[in-house]
């Protein structure tokens, strides 16, 4: 229920007990307003029913305040040239131009336009670009950039359909009595946040490549669809001299990009950090504690149950998923996938006939 629909409900529940009571004075002791209070509501419900009782704002635009239409299209303009500009560096330079107006006039207009931050400013340049097919300015591609990276510094992903970036990276499970230390390789689909994991013993490049060729690939490929590029830390298991590394031969061999992550920066592959994090909460903690494991393949086999139902019964709140299971969203948009795929490989080969 919002704020206006609350205050609604109020002025209605002041006019209903007076009715009950008969006694405007009793029901507004009750109500804790002003007889006055209640006439003024009452001649308004009277008048105009429900409508008549929203909150209006007494604020009323100085339109004689305003900078000329000539003034504030060129602020808008200049918004989209220099989307990375603040306030006051935009104020600067439009001086320069003979456009005078403050910094604050500035985000006034911005503010008025849906302009207000860098990252709105980025986006009505898109569209306009793609409206206009205007061709970008180097600063402007500089702005798009630097947006970018942010994004990825963030955690935040660009991706476009299923098998366009894969996210793999090295969970320590724990001890095991008898058995010692257990790692989790993972590997999630960036877009559909579909995953898949398997348990080792170490931390070794043929163990990140096993994943790949024992689960990920067969599942694309009996998808009709293959993995573009994969993003890693920069941990020895994902990184070394690309003749003699197992992962990176392996990924050499299959025609997949290895995109890294920013040195320090773990949240940059924050996908996977957050599947740990539920994987953590809803498996192993909860299985450490009903069962004693005595083995790997004991553990693997109940985690494999649970990773089936993560990836088909379990609803995901994701930016993509909206509340549907990942393997739902990988199955919707599969369709786009192939096209997008099928006519990249197809640019690709006429290339190369070139």
Known sequence: MTTEEKLIRSKMSLLD???????????????????????????????GGLEALKEKSRRKPNIKN???????????????????????????????????????????????????????????LEEHVAKTGEVLTESQLRAMEKAKEEKIAHGEIETEHGGYLGAQD???????????RVYQQTFI???????????????????????????????????????????????TEYCGRADQHDYEL????????NSKTKAK???????????????????????FRKKIYRGVEELQKDLDHWMERYNNERTHQGKRCQGRTPMETFEANLVLAKEKIWSMTEQDRLTVAA
């Open 17 to 47: 007990l007076a009715a009950y009571l008969k006694n405007v004075s009793e029901a507004c002791r009750v109500m804790g307003c002003s007889r006055d209070t209640f006439y003024r509501v009452k001649k308004a419900y009277d008048e």
């Open 66 to 124: 305003r900078v000329s239409e000539e003034v504030e299209e060129a602020i808008v303009a200049f918004a989209l040239e220099e989307p990375a500009y603040g306030q006051k560096r935009a104020a600067d330079t439009l001086r320069q131009r003979g456009v005078f107006i403050s910094p604050a006039g500035v985000r006034c207009v911005w503010l008025r336009h849906g302009l207000e931050t860098f990252a709105k400013r980025l986006r009505r």
């Open 170 to 180: 090295t969970f320590y499970v724990g001890v095991l009595k008898g058995v010692g």
């Open 189 to 235: 689909d960036t877009y559909s946040a579909v995953a898949f994991a398997k348990l080792y013993t170490t931390k070794q490049p043929i163990h990140a490549a096993d994943l790949l060729n024992d689960r990920v690939i067969p599942f694309f490929e009996e998808k009709g669809l293959r993995v573009l590029r994969i993003l890693t830390d920069r941990g």
């Open 250 to 257: 392996y990924l050499a061999l299959n025609d997949i990009d």
């Open 265 to 287: 920066s773990p949240q940059t592959n924050g996908i996977c950090e957050r599947f740990h994090k539920t994987v953590l909460d809803e498996f192993y903690r909860v299985a």
